[in-house]
């Protein structure tokens, strides 16, 4: 395996664990002793609610611009299917460029939402259920970019039986006189 496998690893590990790169203490869990002495943790202000917010947007815009380029390649690969034939050639470029841009937006976008939760002040939940709706929209654009592509397949498998048959068709009219 890659050495990014192991780095995702460990991030899943320290997310697991609650904490960004801190292990949690050795010893008993509850300790009465060390409850009482140890500190509370300080009160959220409104500028640190304030910044949590303004990433979580900026965080969303990244996820939309990269989905908004992935369809924009998809619709010009559409329009350029449909011109001519020389434009189908160029169509799947463009459908594959749709792909790459929503499978890496969506990508990053779930990576950086699981690193960056606790500093967007997001609660595990917020984070699952954003998690979900970005994997659902890039898995429709997967289903509707499918759909498109077989039924440009069957469109041409159709196109070439219905020649072959108008053709048997007419040398069965045909006398051998």
Known sequence: MGWWVRAVGRAA??????????????????????ASSSPPPPPVSELDKADAWLLRKAHETGFLSWF????????????????????REAAYGFFILGGICVSYGSASYLVSLFLLR????????????????????????LCAISL??????????????SDECQDTKKDEGKSDE
Do not use: H, K
């Not at 924009?72 to 034939?85: K, N």
């Not at 606790?118 to 654009?141: C, E, H, I, K």
């Open 148 to 161: 498109y592509i077989g039924r440009l397949e069957v469109e041409i498998i159709q196109e070439d039986s």
């Open 68 to 87: 908004r380029n992935g369809l924009l390649a998809t619709g010009v690969g559409v329009i350029s299917y449909v011109q001519s034939d020389m434009g």
């Open 13 to 34: 590990g320290r997310f697991l664990r609650g904490a960004a790169g801190r292990r949690p203490p050795r010893g008993p869990r509850c300790s009465s002793s060390r």
């Open 118 to 141: 606790r500093t967007m002040m997001l609660a595990f939940s917020t984070a699952l259920l954003n998690s979900m709706v970005v994997t659902t929209v890039a898995l429709f654009w």
